[in-house]
């Protein structure tokens, strides 16, 4: 079975300054998909980056990049020159094979202080 | 390009009662998904339909859950004989079935809660 594993209730950066926030996952798939989400207080979840599981080179979309490191099982998503409005909740989640349906870790919540 | 929209967006209910969501996809997607959210924990899936076909269902839905997509387009969600337990954010989302990705894109969501 497919587990994503988010190990940080809640991260705390300054403005202005970079974060990581880790994702783990296990899966026996060859073939998956990897994502974040973040969800603003609001509660609308917004696509940020996926990772292909074939995908040499890490994803990157703005300020935001995917460390993905395929052996450790880990797609840690950096945020870079971090701004109030990414105050939020941050969603790691990935899909395998045929599957459609994604499936999601617990989420970490992330507060960026003037 | 309208996103994905989700009526209601609040529903408040008696324990016992059944309701009914509504989910409008993104026009050119054939994925269609209903996941549920509880506090503090990220969305879990329910069911997925491609065109209008119903394709997976988690056992998580119990039998007194069913969704609909008559057409290919919108979808239904309902709940039977609500319970508190059903109490959660329903998200609906829609995808392409090819591409590079398969991002999801997410509605707002409807907030039910069973007193």
């Known amino acids: 079975a497919q587990k994503i594993t988010q190990t940080q209730p809640g991260m705390f950066v300054q403005e202005k300054e970079a974060v990581t926030l880790d994702c783990t996952y296990d899966?026996?798939?060859?073939?998956?998909?990897l994502f974040w989400y973040k969800q603003p207080s609001s509660g609308e979840m917004i696509f940020l980056i996926y990772?292909?599981?074939?995908?040499?080179q890490n994803a990157t979309e703005g300020r935001y990049s995917l460390n993905f490191q395929k052996a450790r099982k880990s797609a840690n998503l950096v945020i870079s020159a971090s701004q109030l409005g990414d105050s939020a909740m941050y969603f790691c989640a990935m899909n395998g094979g045929s599957q459609g349906n994604l499936i999601f870790g617990k989420g970490t919540k992330l507060s960026v202080k003037p | 390009d309208t996103g994905v929209s989700q009526n209601p967006r609040h529903k408040i209910t008696k324990r016992g009662q059944n309701v009914t969501f509504r989910c409008d996809p993104i026009s050119e997607h054939n994925r269609l998904y209903w996941y549920r959210q509880t506090l503090g924990q990220g969305p879990e899936f329910l069911t997925y339909f491609q065109n209008e076909a119903q394709l997976e269902k988690s056992r998580l839905l119990s039998d007194r859950f069913s969704a609909e997509r008559p057409k290919g387009s919108f979808s239904t969600l309902e709940i039977q004989r609500t319970e508190q337990g059903d109490s959660a954010m329903y998200l609906c989302a829609s995808s392409l079935s090819w591409g590079p990705t398969y991002e999801q894109y997410f509605g707002p969501g409807t907030r039910l809660t069973v007193t």
């Open positions: 899966t026996s798939d060859q073939s998956y998909g």
């Open positions: 990772q292909g599981s074939y995908d040499e």
